[in-house]
C-alpha cells in the first residue's frame, strides 16, 4: 500500500514560482512512476508531469513545458514540482500519484493518489 501527501500549495502572484512536494510511504515507491496531475473548478483532471523511477525519464504537458520541472528524491520518497513563471490558468488542486512501470499521462493508470494542494495564481 502507498500512501502520498502533498504540500507545498499556496497563493501567488503572476509570474512567481512554487514548489510542490509529494511524500511517499511504502517500500515499493523507489520502483513506481510519480505523476503531477491539476484539476480546475468545472474542469477534468489534467496530467501536468511525470517521472520514472529513477528519474530518468520525464514527460511535461505543453502547457508547463519550459515552465515546470519534476524530480525525485528516492532516499526521502518525495517527488517534487518545481513551478516557474506561474499564470493565472495554472489555478488548481493538484495531486500527485504512483503507479508502477513507466510513465503515462494517462490519470486512470494511476492508483495511488494524494489528497490534493490548492494552488492559486493572482494576475
Known amino acids: 500500500q502507498v500512501q502520498l501527501v502533498e504540500s507545498g500549495g499556496g497563493l501567488v502572484q503572476a509570474g512567481g514560482s512554487l514548489r510542490l512536494s509529494c511524500a511517499a510511504s511504502?517500500?515499493?515507491?523507489?520502483?513506481?512512476?510519480m505523476g503531477w496531475f491539476r484539476q480546475a473548478p468545472g474542469k477534468v483532471r489534467e496530467f501536468v508531469s511525470a517521472?520514472?523511477?529513477?528519474?530518468?525519464?520525464?514527460n511535461y504537458a505543453d502547457s508547463v513545458k519550459g515552465r515546470f520541472t519534476i524530480s525525485r528524491d528516492n532516499a526521502k520518497k518525495t517527488v517534487y514540482l518545481q513551478m516557474n513563471s506561474l499564470k493565472p490558468e495554472d489555478t488548481a488542486v493538484y495531486y500527485c500519484?504512483?503507479?508502477?512501470?513507466?510513465?503515462?499521462?494517462?490519470?486512470?493508470?494511476?492508483?495511488?493518489w494524494g489528497q490534493g494542494t490548492q494552488v492559486t495564481v493572482s494576475s
Open positions: 517521472i520514472s523511477w529513477n528519474g530518468g525519464s520525464t
Open positions: 511504502g517500500r515499493a515507491f523507489s520502483l513506481y512512476a
Open positions: 500519484a504512483t503507479k508502477p512501470a513507466g510513465v503515462s499521462a494517462l490519470y486512470d493508470e494511476y492508483p495511488y
